[in-house]
């Protein structure tokens, strides 16, 4: 009886990681809009970029569960295929948000009036977002 429990709870808790592991986004999904946001990440970090004049390096597309962008201190900039998926001012916001961190390492007001500079609606973006509750 013990080794059958002990079995079912086994199977019963891989079965659980596998379906965590779903709420990122399947697979099939994140392969169909990842080289879509890819595009899309380069042309908008481009275009923004032309204001701000900030270096950074690799950009990577990534099936993330809590997080729309990263930016490493080496300047790597990692992105959410989800961006995708969302209207342009909101992925816009995600991409001028971590090309500001390349100037700005930290969320001081400082950071903030970089963003300003190109997205002076920001803060409701912002709400926007969380309202939406992506990328869960
Ligand atoms: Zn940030």
């Known amino acids: 009886m013990r080794t059958i429990w002990i079995f079912g709870n086994k199977r ?3 079965y659980k990681k596998i379906r965590v592991k ?11 809009y ?3 946001a890819r595009t899309l990440v380069k042309e908008r970090l481009e ?8 270096v950074y390096n690799k950009i990577a597309i990534r099936n993330q569960r809590s997080r729309w962008g990263s930016c490493s201190k080496k300047g790597n900039l990692n992105f959410n295929y989800k961006l995708a998926l969302l209207p342009q001012k ?4 995600v991409i001028v948000h971590e090309l500001c961190h390349l100037g700005e ?8 009036d970089l963003v300003r500079k190109t997205a002076p609606d920001y803060k409701k973006i912002r709400k926007e977002i969380k309202s939406i509750n992506q990328p869960k």
Do not use: C, P, V
Request: proline share 0%.
């Open 12 to 14: 019963h808790f891989r």
């Open 22 to 32: 779903r709420k990122a986004g399947s697979k099939t999904e994140y392969l169909k």
């Open 34 to 36: 990842k080289e879509q």
């Open 47 to 54: 275009y923004y970029n032309k204001f701000y004049g900030f």
């Open 90 to 93: 909101m992925s816009d916001y």
């Open 105 to 112: 390492f930290n969320h001081s007001i400082k950071f903030w």
